[in-house]
């Protein structure tokens, strides 16, 4: 059981340049999330898909868009890469079952992301 | 605002002795809080929960308390090892941001030897 497994693991990239980070989850969760972290700060919330066809933004959605390709599936994707995307983004799922559901959060192992 | 937030930055503790992290919080209205324990190069791994209706919930090694009166919880680590060497955060749901999980800083636990 792989849980939540984020591709790549490492990228550089040119500023300007586009990039599109996988995450896909084998545990049936419908919720899913995308966080950047940079050095201490906790966990930001970039968007996340309560469930399969949905998408919202979450505390920093600027610079970014995700598709929700299926259940399994969650990718994020830059546009136009900025120094300020220089940061370690982690994808996350659980099985939401709304207000006061406190199902636990499962992450993947990041990629850390280089934006020259 | 609402915030999840955390005393210290960096924790040093003997190996065998008991280690305390302490988080604070603003928003009374969240339901439950969770704590996350973050190795070097690893993503945030949950370690325990509490819902807020609850003063105390232990787990293996660990505790955690919660005082809703002082808007404080702590995570209690008995007998750290090296391999709670971590960052711990806590977490808990944001009303302002649609229930969803806002993280504190961390604290960063090392065990000496």
């Known amino acids: 059981n792989a849980g939540v497994t984020q591709t790549p693991k490492f990228q550089v990239l040119k500023t300007g340049q586009s990039m599109t980070l996988q995450c896909a989850q084998d545990?049936?969760?419908?919720?899913m999330y995308w966080y950047r972290q940079d050095p201490g700060m906790g966990l930001r919330l970039i968007y996340y898909s309560a469930s399969e066809g949905t998408t919202d933004k979450g505390e920093v959605p600027n610079g970014y868009n995700v598709s929700r390709l299926n259940k399994r599936e969650f990718s994020l994707r830059l546009e136009s890469a900025a120094p300020s995307q220089t940061s370690v983004y982690f994808c996350?799922?659980?099985?939401?079952?709304?207000?006061?559901?406190?199902?636990?959060?499962?992450f993947g192992d990041g990629t850390r992301l280089s934006i020259l | 605002g609402e915030s999840v937030g955390l005393h210290l930055p960096t924790l040093s503790v003997q190996e065998g002795d008991n280690s305390i992290i302490n988080c604070a919080y603003s928003n009374s209205a969240s339901d439950y809080f969770i704590w996350y324990k973050q190795e070097s190069g690893k993503g945030p791994q949950f370690i325990i929960d509490?819902?807020?209706?609850?003063d105390k919930r232990q787990g293996q090694r660990v505790t955690v308390l919660l005082n809703k009166t002082v808007k404080h919880l702590s995570l209690q680590i008995a007998a750290t090892q090296p391999g709670d060497s971590a960052v711990y955060f806590c977490a808990g749901p944001s009303k302002a941001a649609g229930n969803k999980l806002t993280f504190g800083g961390g604290t960063r636990v090392l065990v000496k030897p």
């Open positions: 996350a799922s659980r099985d939401y079952a709304g207000p006061g559901s406190n199902q636990p959060q499962h």
């Open positions: 545990m049936n969760h419908n919720s």
């Open positions: 509490i819902r807020s209706n609850m």
